[in-house]
């Protein structure tokens, strides 16, 4: 059985994750927990490159989509294909922290709570927001939304 995707269902759908883990992000860190402001901008910028795939094909389960955008790239306007090439670069910058927000380093014996410090959340939350802008510069270009 094949999966049918609506592609503005789907980009609606996704631009709806993204706002609320971007809202959870900054709720995140204004208090100081900087795994979760870390973790939801990891979210973010996954779903915001998720929302530009969906426009093309159903997106994966992966958490760096970042491979994903490779052929949509090449179908996009030209205008359009630097902010595409960006948005992927910033969704394959994001992708470990899944993993280390989640469960750290265990190598090092450090939890997801211990290795993130104030810097780190600034820097992947500017990092989340760029996601977005890209995600609707990229989206508008493509009348998606």
């Known amino acids: 059985m094949a999966i049918r995707l609506d592609p503005r269902s789907e980009v609606g759908y996704r631009v709806r994750l993204i706002e609320r883990y971007l809202e959870d992000a900054e709720d995140a860190y204004r208090p100081g927990d900087l795994r979760g402001a870390v973790a939801s901008s990891q979210l973010a910028a ?41 948005l992927a670069e910033v969704a394959e910058l994001l992708a470990p922290e899944r993993g280390r927000a989640t469960y750290g380093e265990p190598a090092r014996g450090l939890t997801p709570w211990e290795i993130y410090g104030r810097e780190d959340a600034e820097e992947a939350l500017e990092h989340a927001r760029r996601a977005l802008e890209l995600m609707m510069i990229i989206l508008r270009g493509l009348e998606a939304i």
Do not use: C, F
């Open 46 to 86: 996954e779903n915001a490159t998720k929302a530009v795939v969906a426009v093309y094909r159903v997106p994966s389960w992966t958490h760096d989509p970042s491979h994903e955008l490779g052929e949509p790239v090449d179908w996009m306007p030209q205008a359009l294909r630097p902010s595409a090439e960006e």
